[in-house]
């Protein structure tokens, strides 16, 4: 792994990625995955720690609240620093920051493909039987994000899913969110790509964004 102290430039980015994927290839991940930026909100002490190499990238700790996303995993907003940092003031204050990091998305259960989304359902009915069976209701999704009470049918499903698929180190979806860009519209001002890492081994390398 390797863990940037400054921002990087193109030409520095493209040899790293280079050294990095083919290493990765070595090891035997999906030969053709995809690779992306994501930010990370944090606070700016653990930016420093793990900018720095303080904080290995093997020890990122994972989110695990009962209503995240896309279920357990370290959280990114696919190429969108401007948003990450907007999401970590909201809930930092001053001490906000963001992490930048290359993600090779490895094997991905992508909820933009439909060979993925359609291993939900069945998902569901499992959970839906069990709660039944021990006389407890569903989970529902109680708001848009977690200030709201956020998803706590989506993240039991996925995760419940991904029982059956433990092979899978990313999660990957696109969520629609905030008000109209403009009267009338269908395009929303804070939609974007989420990313959820489960494997740790998919994060290639980290650097503070300019």
């Known amino acids: 792994m390797h863990q940037y102290s400054a921002a990087i430039d193109a030409s520095t980015t493209r040899q790293f ?3 990095a994927t083919l290493a990765w290839y070595r090891s035997g991940v999906e030969r053709f995955a995809r690779w992306v930026l994501g930010y990370h909100g ?3 002490e653990f930016a420093t720690d793990l900018i720095s190499g303080a ?4 020890e990122w700790p994972h989110s695990k609240n009962p209503y995240d996303w896309l279920g357990s995993g370290i959280y990114f907003w696919e190429h969108g620093p401007e948003r990450a940092m907007q999401w970590a003031r909201e809930r930092r204050g001053d001490s906000a920051a963001i992490v930048g990091a290359i993600i090779q998305l490895g094997r991905c259960f992508d909820l ?5 989304t359609k291993e939900l359902l069945p998902a569901y009915q499992s959970e839906k039987e ?3 069976a021990a006389g407890q209701p569903l989970l529902v999704n109680r708001g ?3 200030a709201l009470g ?4 989506d993240c039991k499903v996925i995760n419940r899913c991904l029982q059956r698929f433990p092979e ?3 999660v990957r979806g696109a969520f629609q969110e905030g008000a109209p860009a403009f009267p009338g519209a269908k395009i929303f001002r804070e939609s974007h790509i989420q990313i959820a890492v489960r494997d740790p081994r998919c994060i290639l390398g980290v650097f503070r964004p300019t």
Do not use: H, K, N
Request: hydrophobic share 40%; glycine share 4%.
């Open 17 to 19: 990625l280079v050294a």
């Open 42 to 44: 944090c606070t700016a």
């Open 55 to 58: 904080r290995p990238i093997s």
């Open 112 to 116: 933009l493909d439909v060979e993925f």
């Open 130 to 132: 069990r709660r039944e």
């Open 144 to 146: 848009p994000d977690d």
């Open 150 to 153: 956020g998803r706590y049918l």
């Open 168 to 170: 899978f180190q990313v």
